[in-house]
């Protein structure tokens, strides 16, 4: 049974940092695409980075960076200078197949999320 875990989020002020991780059950391995999806009060699930099957890393922003140690059963968002709009829940997602979708629907793995909130 796959299970994710979020951790990392917190208030931050503008301009800052944060780092989110992502704790996943060991059957989640290489064979999944795995990414983060922000949601904003109010708004639906959003994409903002990906990494598929061969490692290869997409993001909305050249701000966020995802990273995965598959070893350690860990999947990170490095996010660097957040603005205000970065405030929400983040998600941790995974689905068993080579392409990452862009869209929430196509991952049937999910974590409870972890709050992210930016200040002025």
């Known amino acids: 049974q796959v299970h994710l875990v979020e951790s990392g989020g917190g208030s931050v002020q503008a301009g800052g940092s944060l780092r989110l991780s992502c704790s996943h059950s060991?059957?989640?391995?290489?064979?999944?695409?795995m990414a983060w999806f922000h949601q904003a009060p109010g708004k639906e699930r959003d994409g903002v980075a990906f990494?598929?099957?061969?490692g290869r890393k997409t993001a909305t922003s050249s701000r966020f960076t995802i990273s995965r140690d598959i070893a350690k059963n860990m999947l990170y968002l490095q996010m660097n200078n957040l603005n205000f709009g970065d405030s929400g829940m983040y998600f941790c997602?995974?689905?068993?197949?080579?392409?990452?979708?862009?869209?929430?629907?196509?991952?049937?793995?999910w974590g409870q999320g972890t709050q992210v909130t930016v200040s002025s």
């Open positions: 997602a995974a689905e068993k197949g080579p392409i990452c979708s862009d869209y929430d629907s196509d991952y049937g793995y």
């Open positions: 990494i598929d099957t061969e």
């Open positions: 060991g059957d989640v391995d290489s064979d999944f695409c």
